[in-house]
């Protein structure tokens, strides 16, 4: 995982640590000594993280955060603040202005580059979702960072998983005031809870009786319909080993026992109002894609919209150095279901290809119909053992299955795939389909119904 951190502290030896920890882990390290001095750093280049000391001159971490997270340039950058402070208060105020998450001094090694992968993450499929928005129309985003003025965290629907009832009838009595909240006293039953009910935020206990917590967290995360669901952990001391744990594999964010009100409060209401921007950015570009950029038949994206966004990639992907890859899939033999069996039945052929075809790719990975019975797959940050397997995973959900027609007997449908990867700064969009089109047609020749990377 490769990422640009901007680190923020006036005091010298603090940056030359965190920067040596952070470049260790392949992480691009800005810095800065002062909060006027990294807002004029973000002014004219974009970060993925920020690490933000609390205690500077000037200006303290604390404003620096309120007026990143009030500038449409750094709103949705998160920003994790590190300070000596270690009264709950501290940490409140840190949430409250609008800080993603908190560490304290000394830093812990693994709890700091955990937190920083986490984030990292996320910014990386916020990225996506604002690269898509503003490739089918600018007003995506200008749509979505009103919305996120209004968004209130009021009034969510939180779900509590712990095993000893007292505990979760106190936290529930600490949330109640502003959400709805429901206790699950099983977690073998928490799949199911969470699939039947629109949660916005789930609190599971580290000390389940004999339940893993971060396996019922990994089954929530397993579920289409909770799959961004957020999960704040509620540990003990002992259980920081588990935690970092349970943060690298994607859960939101922990807070420590004993539970102080006023800080549980304050994490609720920072991970029900990022949920819902999140749900309100996803439909705000749902919505803002305009027919024109859409294929009829099977609803992907069409050539003109892959030819856009493939520019904006390849950039991003050239000024971050970053991977990236291109897929291109043809059906085989298609011309010969539309001759035998007409194209209302190629239609069918398409569509469910398509669905498969969907299925099989990441959430990030962008799905477009190229023209015909060719599609092709844009992945961001992708090396070459990822993309292999992805495109093995698509071609076998194509081909294991057959495609139930009505009227007609179930038809076999194979198809090759080409991949190619961005190489160097002189790449360009036009040479990347070319590469990728070249691996396709090796996979037809050496027999079809296979995958080939260009990846010299």
């Not at 038949?297 to 904006?312: A, K, S, W």
């Not at 090396?383 to 081909?399: C, I, K, M």
């Not at 027609?405 to 389909?433: A, H, M, Y």
């Amino acid at each position: 995982m490769t990422a640009r951190v901007l680190i923020v502290d006036d005091i010298p030896t603090n940056v030359r640590l965190l920067e040596a920890r952070l470049t260790a882990e392949y992480f691009e390290v800005l810095t800065a000594s002062s909060g006027p001095e990294a807002l004029e750093i973000l002014e004219g280049t974009d970060v993925d993280i920020i690490l933000l000391d609390v205690m500077m001159p000037v200006m303290d971490g604390f404003e620096v955060c309120r007026r990143l997270k009030s500038s449409a340039r750094t709103h949705h950058v998160p920003v994790l603040m590190i300070t000596a402070l270690d009264q709950p208060s501290d940490r409140v105020k840190g949430l409250e202005a609008g800080a993603d998450d908190f560490l304290t001094k000394p830093v812990d090694d693994m709890q700091l580059m955990a937190r920083v992968k986490s984030l990292a993450r996320l910014k990386s499929l916020t990225d996506e979702l604002r690269a898509r928005a503003l490739t089918g129309q600018q007003l995506a985003i200008e749509d979505a960072m009103r919305a996120m003025d209004t968004i209130s965290a009021q009034g969510g629907r939180v779900l509590i998983i712990d095993t000893d009832k007292r505990h979760a009838e106190r936290v529930q009595g600490y949330l109640s005031e502003e959400h709805k909240v429901d206790i699950l006293l099983e977690p073998a039953d928490a799949v199911f809870q969470v699939s039947g009910a629109q949660y916005e935020l789930a609190l599971v206990s580290m000390s389940l009786n004999d339940f893993d917590p971060l396996r019922v967290a990994s089954q929530i995360r397993t579920v289409e319909h909770s799959r961004n669901l957020p999960i704040i952990l509620m540990a003990d001391d002992g259980d920081k080993p588990r935690v970092v744990r349970a943060l690298d594999l994607g859960v939101n964010d922990f807070i420590s026992r004993p539970i102080e009100r006023n800080e549980l409060k304050a994490r609720v209401r920072t991970q029900i109002r990022r949920h819902r921007y999140a749900m309100e950015l996803r439909e705000s570009v749902n919505n803002s894609i305009a027919m024109a950029v859409t294929d009829d038949l099977t609803g992907l994206y069409n050539r003109r919209y892959f030819d856009r966004h493939l520019n904006v990639l390849l950039g991003k992907a050239q000024e971050q150095d970053r991977n990236l890859a291109v897929m291109i899939l043809d059906i085989d033999h298609f011309k010969s279901v539309n001759d035998t069996y007409g194209h209302d039945v190629g239609d069918v052929v398409l569509k469910e290809f398509s669905a498969r075809m969907k299925r099989n790719i990441r959430g990030v990975d962008l799905a477009c119909r190229f023209g015909g019975e060719e599609f092709v797959v844009l992945m961001p940050d992708t090396d070459v053992s990822n993309a292999e397997l992805v495109a093995e995973r698509v071609r076998q959900a194509v081909g294991e299955k057959t495609f139930e027609i009505n009227g007609q007997r179930p038809l076999t449908v194979t198809v090759s795939v080409g991949v190619s990867f961005n190489e160097s700064l002189s790449d360009t969009s036009e040479s990347l389909i070319k590469r990728a089109d070249l691996a396709l047609y090796r996979a037809k020749r050496e027999g079809r119904n296979r995958v080939i990377l260009d990846a010299a």
